[in-house]
T-cell receptor, first 119, second 113 residues
Framework: NAGVMQNPRHLVRRRGQEARLRCSPM?????VYWYRQLPEEGLKFMVY????????ESGMPKERFSAEFPKEGPSILRIQQVVRGDSAAYFC?????????????????FGDGTRLSIL | KNQVEQSPQSLIILEGKNCTLQ??????????LRWYKQDTGRGPVSLTI?????NTKSNGRYTATLDADTKQSSLHITASQLSDSASYIC????????????FGGGTRLMVKP
């Protein structure tokens, strides 16, 4: 998993606080994807971003969650007013070209995730 | 609704033995199928990726098969090692605009000495 860097690895927040998760894609990758993995469950797609654009956010909860991938710097997944149900592992993946498009069979490269715990 | 079902949910085998993990999917139209290995506390790592025209693909002791007609795939692990203990995830990509990957729930494999 070297290359896709996520931080922090572990994050503890109290209910009502904000959580900010960061993802730096592999060098040369301009497509970033966020996934959530609840305990004992599979990964669920949340959002797909290119630099400065949200391409697909169909997996994002309608409230409290937002994501960005600015021209400079890492991609940020932001969760406002966290609740206990937000406790999960959040994974970021990157691709050099659209990993979820018909033109590519490139495997997405995953980071090691941020484990968010809500007290 | 696109779905990926994996079986078994968990599996325990002895070191040196072979095993086969199953994946059934209903994703349509199909683009490709990937198997990932996820160690505890780590992100998934790609093992194989197969398109519609590929029936089998190997990566060391891992061999994946694909039957696009029956929409089934398998991952065969030969001569298992303790380090094979992990979750194995089947992921299917649909061939349409704005598609997303559909993840199976994974098979938790434990290899015992």
């Amino acid at each position: 998993n070297a290359g896709v860097m996520q931080n922090p690895r572990h994050l503890v927040r109290r209910r009502g606080q904000e959580a900010r998760l960061r993802c730096s894609p592999m060098k040369g990758h301009s497509h970033v994807y966020w996934y959530r993995q609840l305990p004992e469950e599979g990964l669920k797609f949340m959002v797909y971003l290119q630099k400065e654009n949200i391409i697909d956010e169909s997996g994002m909860p309608k409230e409290r969650f937002s994501a960005e991938f600015p021209k400079e710097g890492p991609s940020i997944l932001r969760i406002q007013q966290v609740v206990r149900g937000d406790s999960a592992a959040y994974f970021c993946a990157s691709s050099p070209i659209p990993g979820q498009g018909i033109s590519s069979n490139q495997p997405q490269h995953f980071g090691d995730g941020t484990r968010l715990s809500i007290l | 609704k696109n779905q990926v079902e994996q079986s078994p949910q968990s599996l325990i085998i002895l070191e040196g033995k072979n095993c086969t993990l199953q994946c059934n999917y209903t994703v349509s139209p199909f683009s490709n199928l990937r198997w990932y290995k996820q160690d505890t506390g780590r992100g998934p790592v790609s093992l194989t990726i197969m398109t519609f025209s590929e029936n089998t693909k190997s990566n060391g002791r891992y061999t994946a098969t694909l039957d696009a007609d029956t929409k089934q795939s398998s991952l065969h692990i030969t001569a298992s090692q303790l380090s094979d203990s992990a979750s194995y995830i089947c992921v299917v990509s649909a061939n349409n605009a704005g598609n997303m990957l559909t993840f199976g729930g994974g098979t938790r494999l434990m290899v015992k000495p």
